[in-house]
């Protein structure tokens, strides 16, 4: 049973640019989330996705967006990439059903370094 | 909003022996669900053990349990028997029980060194 699944694991920007990070959730579940962590910090909640569409949202501002497809795998779009942004991403799933009594699962990260 | 406090940055234990990391948090709801996670240099976050808010009787996962005082809003957790593999960042985090949110709201983590 394939757990989280995230690509890539490293990468390197330049300010100014634009990303993309990739997602697989575990077998089965429908519930996306997605975390920045800074180094020597506690996890960040960016945003959830459910049935396609974004169903809450963390203090972060527009430049940081999302997808979720049909088979529930997912995207984070950050843009106009500063320095701060360099951290390392964590995707998250669960299942829906059953709201906060649901295990959530963590991938092992993608470290994305600004320069 | 809710919050969560690790107030140990670090915390040191011998192999064998018993260590207790602290967690306070802040809310005004009623229901909701505590967390410990563990985040080896592997980074992925692993889930050491949950509480249900409702719930007055302390979990406990083998060697891991958790003193859990809903009025004091506390929730420690104690590892017993350490061991080398138990050497890890470790983080509180918070869930509201309502709605269909997979938001968790994370403490700074407490760094935890096993000796032999």
């Known amino acids: 049973d394939a757990g989280v699944t995230q690509s890539p694991t490293h990468l390197i920007k330049t300010r100014g640019q634009q990303v993309t990070l990739r997602c697989s959730p575990k077998?089965?579940?429908?519930?996306v989330s997605w975390y920045q962590q800074a180094l020597g910090q506690g996890p960040q909640f960016i945003f959830q996705?459910?049935?396609?569409?974004?169903?809450q949202r963390g203090n972060f501002p527009d430049r940081f967006s999302g997808h979720q497809f049909p088979n529930y795998s997912s995207e984070l779009n950050v843009n106009a990439l500063l320095l701060g942004d360099s951290a390392l991403y964590l995707c998250?799933?669960?299942?829906?059903?059953?709201?906060?009594?649901?295990?959530?699962?963590f991938g092992e990260g993608s470290w994305l370094t600004v320069v | 909003a809710q919050t969560v406090t690790q107030s140990q940055p670090e915390m040191s234990v011998q192999e064998a022996e018993t260590v207790t990391l602290s967690c306070t948090y802040d809310t005004s709801e009623s229901d909701y669900y505590l967390f410990w996670y563990k985040q080896p240099p592997s980074r992925q976050m692993i889930l050491v053990i949950r509480?249900?808010?409702?719930?007055?009787q302390n979990a406990t996962e083998n060697r891991f349990s958790v003193n859990f005082q809903k009025a004091a809003k506390s929730f420690s957790l104690k590892i017993s028997d350490s061991q080398l593999g138990d050497a890890a960042m470790y983080f509180c985090?918070?869930?509201?029980?309502?709605?269909?949110?997979?938001?968790?709201?994370f403490g700074t983590g407490t760094l935890l060194a096993v000796q032999p």
């Open positions: 996705y459910y049935e396609e569409e974004e169903r």
């Open positions: 509480q249900e808010a409702y719930k007055q």
């Open positions: 985090a918070y869930r509201s029980a309502g709605g269909a949110t997979n938001k968790l709201i």
């Open positions: 998250a799933s669960s299942l829906v059903a059953g709201a906060g009594g649901n295990t959530i699962y």
């Open positions: 077998s089965g579940h429908d519930t």
